[in-house]
């Protein structure tokens, strides 16, 4: 039962352009949201979070914005430029539950 | 800079042939866990130590153990490694001060072959 779905597994954008990573989720309990970043032989990097008491988050070219009512959430890099080529993961979890219920990520890449 | 630590960065083992994988950290972070990711697969979280109490996900098998014997410390040992083992392992590190939205931070990973 995937609870976190990033249903693109790859994404190609223009270096420059914008590009948009998204993740649906199922459990509505869950009410804290995160990206991370993974380049290759590598761990993932934290990125940007969100609450479920805001519907978006703004930091420097990362943007996230979360849709509770369509669980839908959003990752926004404008502009994009080649060192954000990595995979990127989306993850959730519920106040009361330590664990990090993960996305199987989306693989972004920018094209100069 | 403070870290997580994953040594090796490539473990080959032998099918059967116990093998441990280590982590360490200098974040003094009370909670390790320790992920298996396969290929275009999220992470899987096989267990963790929140301080010195150990949490074993249901469904990760009896072939993975784990041990922490310090703060900076932690081990992940598979006593009979099969070929579907294979996989990328990494270790995360988290600050966990009552129930708050932690942040993980993970090690670069022990990338396990099993011949």
């Known amino acids: 039962d995937q609870q976190v779905k990033q249903n693109s597994p790859s994404l190609s954008v223009q270096e420059g352009r914008i590009s948009i990573l998204n993740c649906d989720y199922t459990n509505s309990m869950f009410d804290y949201f995160l990206w991370y970043k993974k380049y290759p032989a590598e761990g993932p990097t934290f990125l940007i979070s969100i609450s479920s008491i805001k519907d978006k988050n703004e930091d420097g070219r990362f943007t996230v914005f979360l849709n509770k009512s369509a669980k839908h959430l959003s990752l926004h890099i404008v502009p994009s430029q080649p060192g954000d080529s990595a995979v990127y993961f989306c993850a959730a979890k519920k106040d009361s539950n330590y664990q990090l219920i993960w996305g199987a990520g989306t693989k972004l890449i920018i094209k100069p | ?115």
């Open chain 2, 1 to 115: 800079d403070a870290m997580v630590i994953q040594n090796p960065r490539y473990q080959v083992t032998q099918f059967g042939k116990p093998v441990t994988l280590s982590c360490s950290q200098t974040l003094n972070h009370n909670v390790m866990y320790w992920y298996q990711q396969k290929s275009s697969q999220a992470p899987k979280l096989l267990f963790h130590y929140y301080d010195k109490d150990f949490n074993n996900e249901a469904d990760t098998p009896d072939n993975f153990q784990s041990r922490r014997p310090n703060t900076s410390f932690c081990f992940l040992d598979i006593r009979s490694p099969g070929l579907g083992d294979a996989a990328m392992y990494l270790c995360a590190t988290s600050s966990r001060t009552g129930v708050t939205n932690e942040k993980l931070f993970f090690g670069s990973g022990t990338q396990l072959s099993v011949l």
